[in-house]
């Protein structure tokens, strides 16, 4: 003998698979904060980019619901992209020398070892 009709538990639907979106937000957030450490910065850049691009490609499909998560997480990984190799940039076109203007690097010629000579 069955039960009346609407007896029991329906099929819970599945919850949406949201992991690549927010990995890649999480992910492009700190590529862009910290930007100083450019390797990091660099390589969690290009990693928020391929999280943010399956998570699109799965909200796409249904399967997810935050293709506004995964978007920003790939703007935040361009962002810490572009300001990692920046500071490279500047790291390298900016010679060594000119942070010791001021005289205190102790190389002959300079105000101290003139001082010295006065003396």
């Known amino acids: 003998m069955q039960g009346p009709p609407g007896y ?3 099929a819970m639907p599945m919850a949406p698979a949201n992991g690549m ?4 937000l999480v992910l492009g957030i ?10 990091l910065a660099i390589v969690l850049g290009i990693l928020a980019i391929i ?5 699109r490609g799965r909200a796409r499909r249904g399967e997810a619901t935050n293709p506004g998560q995964a978007l ?3 703007i935040c990984g361009i962002a ?3 300001l990692g190799v920046a500071l490279l940039v500047v ?9 010791e203007e001021d005289g205190a690097s102790g190389a002959p010629g300079h105000s101290t070892t003139q001082a010295a000579a006065r003396s």
């Open 51 to 55: 999280f943010g691009a399956i998570g």
């Open 8 to 10: 029991g538990w329906s």
């Open 91 to 99: 790291l390298i076109v900016v010679p060594d020398d000119a942070f």
């Open 21 to 24: 979106g927010v990995t890649a």
């Open 72 to 74: 920003a997480g790939i």
């Open 30 to 39: 700190i590529s862009a904060a910290v930007f100083c450490l450019w390797p």
């Open 80 to 82: 810490g992209i572009v």
